[in-house]
């Protein structure tokens, strides 16, 4: 018989952080924005399930959905299926990001605007870091370099035989976007462009002059930190 003791993993809850680190603190102390993405949505969750913190839970739908727009585009219904959300949890982050769109909508100008390569990195970075699987997303963009939306393109390995150009372009024709970000993630947490990733974006920057529509920049996003392809001149000859 094994003399091994079998290791249970775990996860602290709310309770067990200092009090200054616990979200609805945070959120009183230093505004809405100083919250992650997890954070936010763990104040809508309120709990947890047996073993796995509300912050681990809010971490798991992220990664599992792709991020805001994933969770939004998700029917009630298999929100529900997942392990420690049912139908009050649900309504709750539909309810949440259906008011978020209206604002949106009501406030264009309240819209984000990208200046920079951070700018654009600080909208996802947080989020995309912490994904275990690549993936693709574009920022769409207005004449004033405004955030229209955040569209998930391709979730997987990402090289030039996966990924279409037109798949990446047909939300940003859908929106009348005047310009594009490409940004995509490394889940070793390096963001060191491969020959992979200069090439597709090689064929998306020329694609986007044929429909008259801006490719700004290709982030790669890794843990903590990026790479602006832009800045670095590749692709973008």
């Given at each position: 018989m094994s003399d091994e003791i079998g290791l249970v993993e775990y996860h602290p809850t709310i309770k067990d952080l200092p009090v200054s680190e616990?979200?609805?603190?945070?959120?009183?102390?230093?505004?809405?924005?100083?919250?992650?993405?997890?954070?936010?949505l763990a104040i809508l969750l309120r709990s947890g399930v047996t073993g796995e913190s509300v912050l681990r839970l809010a971490e798991r739908l992220?990664?599992?959905?792709?991020?805001?727009?994933?969770?939004?585009?998700a029917s009630f219904a298999e929100l529900c299926q997942e392990k420690g959300v049912g139908p009050a949890k649900?309504?709750?982050?539909?309810?949440a990001l259906e008011l978020?769109?209206?604002?949106?909508?009501?406030?264009?100008?309240?819209?984000?605007?990208?200046?920079?390569?951070?700018?654009a990195a600080n909208l996802l970075m947080l989020e995309m870091?912490?994904?275990?699987?690549?993936?693709?997303?574009?920022?769409?963009?207005?004449?004033?370099?405004?955030?229209l939306e955040v569209h998930t393109v391709y979730v997987g390995n990402l090289n030039t035989s996966v990924v279409r150009v037109g798949?990446?372009?047909r939300e940003a024709i859908k929106a009348n976007s005047a310009a594009l970000i490409v940004v995509h993630n490394?889940?070793?947490?390096?963001?060191?462009?491969?020959?992979?990733?200069?090439?597709?974006?090689?064929?998306?920057?020329?694609?986007?002059?044929?429909?008259?529509?801006?490719?700004l920049d290709h982030l790669?996003?890794?843990?903590?930190?990026?790479?602006?392809?832009?800045?670095?001149g590749l692709g973008f000859g």
């Open positions: 616990r979200p609805r603190e945070r959120l009183e102390h230093y505004g809405a924005g100083a919250l992650s993405t997890a954070e936010l992220l990664i599992r959905y792709g991020g805001l727009t994933g969770l939004a585009q649900v309504a709750q982050i539909k309810a978020g769109r209206r604002l949106l909508v009501a406030s264009p100008q309240e819209r984000p605007q990208v200046r920079s390569p951070a700018d870091g912490l994904l275990e699987q690549e993936h693709l997303r574009v920022v769409l963009l207005d004449t004033r370099n405004r955030v798949e990446v372009f490394h889940p070793s947490g390096d963001p060191t462009p491969s020959p992979e990733d200069i090439a597709v974006t090689e064929q998306i920057v020329m694609a986007g002059r044929l429909l008259n529509i801006e490719v790669i996003i890794g843990q903590q930190r990026f790479i602006s392809l832009k800045e670095r």
